[in-house]
């Protein structure tokens, strides 16, 4: 498939260097909607531009200043009130732009081929910072890591898991990976491979946003998937939207029946946490729990929610 961007002459500009410029502007945004599609280019497309090269080059800066910073974002297991598991994510702070969302820097990371390295690095400090909460006298937990498509298809990408693992001291079970459907749809050999070798070490396996791509059910049949975590989009409609409603339900039941656990990310209020709750969902994730948070403020939490007896939800 192909992302194509369209300018007109003279319209839109009237040097082959302009001309150029527009279309590629138009065709990043092609990109970005979805990919496989076309765009015309508009005016808007430049300020969107300018603001993909500051944060390029503010990226390519960002490793040597160590602006980059992991936050943890607690779960909470709704059968047992527990704490099973937390998040990972990624967090940058720039000189020049302040604080940027991974949703709009992690694929710009993508398309330099950097986020290899860096997602190196937050595999590390994500297994440090868990080596670092048992040795603190916390019950052992797991810690999720999310990955790009690029590392799972770098043939060294098993070997830099279990490097984390044994430098950190983290057991392969306090692991868990958090892949996405547009990552299995590319069907790459290396990424099927990897998979099961990981899983079949005992690291969890987790299919993030789930419901957003094809959510195709043969993936659940032909990779080694642990956990579910169904997409924030759908638990937003389940208080207002009948159809929202039963299409958590539906994922929720098919996860159970297929023995999968199922995570519902993006609950934010106790409405959609009960009937999360009424339907059996193992485990919800969200600012109603908590926000992510900074390692030190992560501590706290975890050490504030153990050291309480069983929570009463
Ligand atoms: P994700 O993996 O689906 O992570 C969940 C996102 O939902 C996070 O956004 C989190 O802050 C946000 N969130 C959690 N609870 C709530 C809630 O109740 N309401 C709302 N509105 N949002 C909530 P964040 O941190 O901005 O990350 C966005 C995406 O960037 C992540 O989505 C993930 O795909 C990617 N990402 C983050 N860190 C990394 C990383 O280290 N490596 C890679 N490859 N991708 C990452
Ligand atoms: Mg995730
Ligand atoms: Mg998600």
């Known amino acids: 498939s192909a992302s194509i961007g369209i300018t007109i002459f003279p319209d839109d500009g009237t040097t082959p260097n302009d001309l150029l410029k527009n279309a590629d502007s138009a065709m990043y945004a092609a990109k970005e909607n979805g990919k496989a599609n076309f765009q015309f280019y508009t005016p808007s497309l430049n300020t969107e531009i300018q603001e993909r090269l500051a944060i390029k080059n503010g990226l390519i800066k960002a490793v040597e200043r160590e602006e980059f910073d992991v936050f943890y974002q607690p779960k909470l297991n709704l059968h047992s009130g527990r704490i099973d598991s937390v998040e990972a994510l990624m967090r940058w702070n720039s000189e020049e732009l302040g604080s940027v969302s991974p949703a709009k820097f992690i694929p710009m990371l993508e398309e330099s081929g950097m986020v290899v390295d860096v997602g190196e690095w937050v595999l590390q400090k994500a297994c440090k910072q868990h080596q670092s909460w048992l040795r603190a006298g916390l019950p052992p937990i797991r810690v999720a890591v999310n990955l790009s498509a690029r590392q799972l298809r770098e043939l060294r990408f098993v070997g830099v898991v279990h490097e984390a693992l044994s430098k950190s001291g983290v057991p392969a079970e306090g692991l868990e990976i958090e892949i996405t459907e547009s990552m299995l749809m590319s069907d790459s050999a290396v990424a099927v491979v990897a998979l099961q070798e990981l899983h079949d070490a005992g690291i969890h396996i987790a299919m993030d946003d789930f419901g957003t791509g094809y959510s195709s059910l043969s993936y659940l049949k032909r990779f080694p998937i642990d956990t579910i975590k169904i997409d924030r989009s759908f638990v937003s409609d389940i208080t207002s939207n009948s159809d929202g ?33 009424s339907y059996q969902c193992d485990e919800i994730q969200g600012f109603y729990f908590s926000r992510p948070l900074q390692s030190d403020e992560a501590t706290k939490f975890l050490l504030d929610y153990f050291s309480k007896s069983e929570q009463k939800l």
């Open 245 to 277: 409603t039963e299409i958590i339900r539906t994922i929720i039941s098919m996860g159970r029946a297929l023995n999968r656990r199922v995570v519902a990310e993006g609950v934010e209020t106790k409405e959609q946490l009960d009937m999360l709750k």
